[in-house]
């Protein structure tokens, strides 16, 4: 049984930071490895968007809204992906989804619960 399952969302003030961190689990990584894990979010009445994402080869990807702000960081081999977030503004405001992908001879996809990420001005 695969999970996902996110950690340290929370309340900052504008100008602040916090910290993301994602575990996945499940013999479907231990089988076929995983390719990629990523960060997206959905705010209120909005649909869900990409923030980063980061491959097991370490490439990175990053929304343009974070670029400059967020990192995305990981260890794949260990089905752990983390993402700082600084200079957080109200706009960041979000529940904040960690995703996996493994390939299966198609991309099987992986999704937590999600962590509440509230940023007052």
């Known amino acids: 049984q695969v999970q996902v399952v996110e950690s340290g969302g929370g309340l900052v003030q504008a100008g602040g930071s916090l910290r993301l961190s994602c575990a996945a689990s499940?013999?479907?990584?231990?089988?076929?490895?995983?390719?990629?894990m990523g960060w997206y979010r959905q705010a209120p009445g909005k649909q869900r968007e990409l923030v980063a994402v980061i491959t097991s080869g370490g490439t990175t990807n990053y929304a343009a809204s974070v670029k400059g702000r967020f990192t995305i960081s990981g260890d794949l081999a260990a089905n752990t992906v983390y993402l700082q977030m600084n200079s957080l503004k109200p706009e960041d405001t979000a529940v904040y989804y960690c995703?996996?992908?493994?390939?299966?001879?198609?991309?099987?996809?992986?999704w937590g619960q999600g962590t509440q990420v509230t940023v007052s001005s």
């Open positions: 499940g013999s479907i990584f231990s089988i076929y490895g995983m390719y990629a």
């Open positions: 995703n996996a992908e493994t390939i299966v001879v198609v991309t099987e996809t992986y």
